[in-house]
C-alpha cells in the first residue's frame, strides 16, 4: 500500500497570510494526487486533481504543485472560509489512500 | 446538480450486520465507479471499498480492515449504491459517505461526496 503522509498536522495561521501544506507519498504516484477540503460535520470537497488541477469554483487563491513523490497546497492569502482540514489523496493504485490531515486554524 | 444521498446508519453491536443504500441523482450513475470512504469520530479519511461499473464487470476492491466482512454492490435500476456490512468491530464506527469517481483517466478521483450516515457500534 502506498502510505501518504502530510505535514504539518495543524497549522495555526492569520487571515491574509500564504500557507503550504506538503504530502509525501511512499513510493512516487506521478501526479496521480488530489487535495480535498473538509469543515465540520460535512463531506470533504475536491480541490485539486492531478496535482494541481483546480476544480471549477474554487478559489484561485489555491493551488497545487509537485510531482513523483512530493506535493504541496498553497493559499496564498487565507480566508476565514479556508478554516478547514486538508486531506492529500493518491489514486495512483488502490487500496486508495489518505494523508493524515491538515487542520488550519486561526492563531 | 450531482447529489448522494446515503441511509442505513444507526446503532449496531459488535457482531452485528448492518445495510448501507446510497441514491446518486443528477448524473449517469450507469457511468461511474462508486466507492464507500469512511471517517472515525475525530479520525482521518480511510477508503473501504470500490465498485466499477458495467462496462468493468462490477469489479470489486476492498481495503484489508474489511474485506471478507463487508460487500459492496450496485442497482443501477435504481441509481443506488450498497454497503453490506457484517461482523461489525467497534473499530469499524464511522461516518460513512459514498463517493462518486471520476470518469476517463481519473479512475480513483473523488468528485462528488455524500453528506454521510453515522454507524455507531457498541454493546
Known amino acids: 500500500d502506498i502510505q501518504m503522509t502530510q505535514s504539518p498536522s495543524t497549522l495555526s495561521a492569520s487571515v491574509g497570510d500564504r500557507v503550504t501544506i506538503t504530502c509525501r507519498a511512499s513510493?512516487?504516484?506521478?501526479?496521480?494526487l488530489a487535495w480535498y477540503q473538509q469543515k465540520p460535520g460535512m463531506a470533504p470537497n475536491l480541490l485539486i486533481s492531478n496535482a494541481s488541477s483546480l476544480q471549477s469554483g474554487v478559489p484561485s487563491s489555491f493551488s497545487g504543485s509537485g510531482s513523483g513523490s512530493e506535493f504541496t497546497l498553497t493559499v496564498t492569502s487565507l480566508q476565514p472560509d479556508d478554516f478547514a482540514t486538508y486531506y492529500c489523496q493518491q489514486y495512483y493504485s488502490y487500496p486508495l489512500t489518505f494523508g493524515g490531515g491538515t487542520r488550519v486554524e486561526i492563531k | 446538480d450531482v447529489q448522494l444521498v446515503e441511509s442505513g446508519g444507526g446503532l449496531v453491536r459488535p457482531g452485528g450486520s448492518l445495510r448501507l443504500a446510497c441514491t446518486a441523482f443528477g448524473f449517469n450513475f450507469n457511468d461511474h465507479y462508486m466507492d464507500w470512504v469512511r471517517q472515525a469520530p475525530g479520525k482521518g479519511l480511510e477508503w473501504v471499498a470500490r465498485?466499477?461499473?458495467?462496462?468493468?464487470?462490477?469489479?470489486?476492491k476492498y481495503a484489508a480492515s474489511v474485506k471478507g466482512r463487508f460487500t459492496i454492490s450496485r442497482d443501477d435500476s435504481k441509481n443506488s449504491l450498497y454497503l453490506q456490512m457484517n461482523s461489525l468491530k467497534t473499530e469499524d464506527a464511522a461516518v460513512y459517505f459514498c463517493?462518486?469517481?471520476?470518469?476517463?483517466?481519473?479512475?480513483?478521483?473523488?468528485?462528488?461526496w455524500g453528506q454521510g450516515t453515522l454507524v455507531p457500534v457498541s454493546s
Open positions: 463517493a462518486r469517481e471520476g470518469s476517463g483517466y481519473n479512475y480513483g478521483l473523488l468528485d462528488f
Open positions: 513510493q512516487s504516484i506521478s501526479r496521480w
Open positions: 465498485i466499477s461499473n458495467k462496462a468493468n464487470n462490477y469489479t470489486t
